[in-house]
């Protein structure tokens, strides 16, 4: 754990920041269920400096990007009480998926691109992930006499008699509305 993150800080170069403390800020982006503060309490990197973490879904936050950085602000529920603060990440930590069922939340992760955060995943991968998922989905082959789940889709041959499931291959390749 604490030596990735000081392999990600390290690479940074550090600016001014919001924080007045000797800490580094780490934006933890992922549901509530794993309380990521815990694994990070008592740590330190760079021998002083403490890890605070800010743990937050992509729905609770809104970001503004510049190219000296990027500042988050979050709404965040706790025990009843809504919590709102604004501070510069000093790097971040993505775990939750970059889509859900009705929200595409890939401005975030270009303002994070944009505004230049170390990340302990790697941004770039999780942005082009999207995008694989949709071109594996593409290419999709099924060996013959198998069907995909629930639905009983029309499958095509390919000149190598595999079958393979026709999409609209336009249609998938466009960006989100």
Aim: some cysteine; proline content about 4%; charged content about 20%.
């Amino acid at each position: 754990g604490a030596s990735i993150l000081g392999a990600a800080v390290s690479s940074a170069t550090r600016g001014p920041s919001y924080n007045k403390d000797r800490c580094f800020t780490l934006l933890v982006i992922d549901d509530q269920n794993t309380d990521w503060s815990k694994y990070f309490r008592g740590r330190r990197l760079h021998g002083d400096y403490e890890i605070r973490v800010e743990q937050a879904e992509f729905r609770e936050l809104s970001l503004t990007a510049t190219e000296t950085g990027s500042v988050v602000s979050m709404a965040v529920y706790r025990n009843g009480t809504k919590v709102i603060r604004s501070f510069k990440p000093d790097f971040v930590l993505i775990r939750q998926n970059l889509k859900d069922a009705g929200e595409d939340y890939k401005n975030l992760l270009l303002g994070l691109m944009y505004g230049g955060v170390p990340s302990v995943n790697n941004l770039t991968a999780i942005y082009n992930f999207q995008f694989n998922m949709r071109m594996a989905f593409l290419t999709a082959t099924v060996p013959s006499g198998q069907t995909m789940g629930v639905c009983a889709p029309t499958w095509t041959s390919t000149s190598s008699g595999e079958r393979q499931l026709p999409v609209d291959r336009a249609n998938l390749l466009s960006e989100p509305s």
